[in-house]
């Protein structure tokens, strides 16, 4: 559902995967001791951005994710840096007869929230906004709403048609 025009990054135990040189950059300054020094002036720690000091900040766009997939079942993916949207992405049952070359959705719970809601808490607010046609922003955000394309309705199968025709994956062997 996101429109891939935000930064994002894969949290694995061994890497993070990142889709920006400026942003591989900024975690390469704040994880040197000038960049450490300067968090610490702000009165943040480099943990706070990144869990492992000793972690390759990656650019996605040089690497794929699948070698690290099979290291680590379950990892997180960030979406949006500003509204911060945490997934964490499980597997929690290999299918040994696969008959895919690529990964579905089998499970999802609840929608898709539109672009630059504002995060969780915006998201929300906006979701009490929409339910709520006596709200005096109630016109204005359905009208932005449908701007951003949000849907109530989560379209597995088309999730999953972007899947096959978006990924090159090579299928796991996982035993």
């Known amino acids: 559902g996101c429109h ?5 990054e894969f949290q694995f135990p061994d890497a993070l995967i990142t889709n920006n040189d400026e942003a591989c950059d900024e975690y390469k300054y704040f994880n040197s001791k000038e960049g450490k020094k300067r968090l610490k002036e702000l ?22 994710i699948g070698k690290y997939v099979e290291n680590s079942p379950a990892f997180k ?3 949006d ?24 959705v089998l499970k999802w719970k ?16 906006l979701l009490n906004v929409l339910n709520d046609p006596e709200n005096e922003n109630h016109a204005e955000m359905l009208e932005w709403s449908r701007m951003q394309m949000y849907s109530e309705e989560y379209d597995v199968d088309y999730v999953n048609e972007l899947l096959e025709t978006a990924l090159d994956y090579e299928p796991i062997a996982w035993e």
């Open 110 to 125: 609840g929608y898709c929230p539109p672009e630059d809601c504002g995060g969780i808490e915006g998201y929300y607010e």
């Open 81 to 104: 840096f500003g509204d911060w949207w945490e997934h964490k992405v499980e597997f929690k049952q290999i299918i040994k007869d696969y008959d895919k070359d690529y990964p579905m």
């Open 43 to 64: 009165g943040l720690s480099f943990d706070a951005v990144c869990p492992n000091d000793n972690m390759p900040v990656l650019n996605s766009v040089d690497v794929k």
């Open 77 to 79: 993916y960030i979406y």
């Open 4 to 8: 891939d025009c935000h930064l994002h």
